[in-house]
């Protein structure tokens, strides 16, 4: 059987710890120059009857009249070379900061800030005052429960294009992939008992916790500017519903499955009504605006 360094590399993938017998049988045999017996190995870390079985069962190994050869041993040395537990090329990250400005810093303190006003009634007034300029003509011509349903709609597309490019999904990814090499060397070593590869692979997963932490600063980047606009809308439901700015027929309505609920009623749990309107009116339209623009707001 003819072995080419990929199959060699698949063979080794598959039977864990033969990797590490074959550098014995290598280094024994002068990196294949030369024939080989078992008693020149057995006592060698890494080797086992077992793994002397499999290399020969699969014609790795070659029986002669005085001993065992290395098949094919340009084909090997190239196979333990790509070896994932003896070497691997790591996945480049860009190494430059957090893609975060001041703009971003700056809407995210005024979103924190605006959410003061869901306990404190000087804030929500301020802000649901403000605010009504710009919805009260749509609340003049549409029922409450379709002005929530309006904005549920405006909320989940500008958080759809937000996501799709304020995100460096390019960067979260390499990242993404960087963590999955480290975690398929550590398994493949772990299956290997190759204790140096896995020390190696430790210092390199700690070396990796900066970059996850980058790739969640990515990954909360656009919330900044959602909070930014979305806390707004949400004060002014709030003080359209409790500072009783409603006409009384439209102080409820009948949510699917939960029935008539008034707006500040439970309907989940302690959740009130209208925010679980809002939710579900939300997740379904950001799913039907990522279908329609083919965006995808996730960075794989």
């Keep these: 059987m003819a072995w080419t360094a990929e199959q060699i590399q698949d063979f080794l993938s598959d039977n864990p710890g033969t990797s590490e017998a074959l550098q014995v049988v290598m280094d024994a045999s ?152 480290i975690t398929e060397r550590e398994q493949a070593a772990k299956e290997a008992g190759d204790d140096e590869a896995l020390d190696r692979i430790q210092d390199e997963k700690m070396d990796a916790l900066g970059d996850q932490g980058e790739m969640m600063k990515e990954n909360f980047r656009p919330m900044a500017w959602i909070m930014l606009l979305t806390i707004p809308a949400f004060l002014w439901m709030y003080w359209m519903i409790l500072d009783g700015h409603l006409v009384a027929a439209e102080r409820s309505m009948v949510l699917p499955i939960f029935g008539e609920r008034n707006w500040m009623e439970g309907a989940v749990g302690p959740m009130p009504a209208w925010i679980v309107w809002y939710f579900l009116c939300s997740m379904g339209f950001t799913q039907l605006i990522r279908k329609t623009l083919d965006l995808d707001a996730t960075p794989t």
Aim: glycine share 8%; hydrophobic share 40%.
């Design 30 to 181: 002068n990196d294949g120059d030369d024939e080989v017996e078992w008693k020149d190995v057995k006592d060698e870390d890494g080797m086992d009857s077992g793994r002397w079985g499999r290399l020969i069962q699969s014609e790795i190994l070659r029986e002669q009249e005085d001993g065992f050869v290395v098949v094919d041993p340009d084909a090997v040395t190239d196979a333990l070379d790509d070896d994932i537990t003896v070497a691997s090329d790591p996945v480049e990250v860009d190494s430059e900061g957090s893609s975060w400005t001041q703009r971003d810093k700056l809407a995210a303190v005024v979103s924190v800030g605006m959410m003061a006003g869901y306990y404190f009634n000087p804030v929500r007034n301020a802000v649901g005052g403000t605010i009504n300029v710009i919805f009260e003509p749509l609340n003049a011509v549409l029922p409450f429960y379709a002005v929530i349903l309006a904005i549920a709609l405006l909320t989940g597309l500008y958080s759809t294009l937000l996501q799709a490019n304020m995100v460096d999904r390019s960067k979260v990814k390499q990242i993404q992939q960087k963590m999955q090499n």
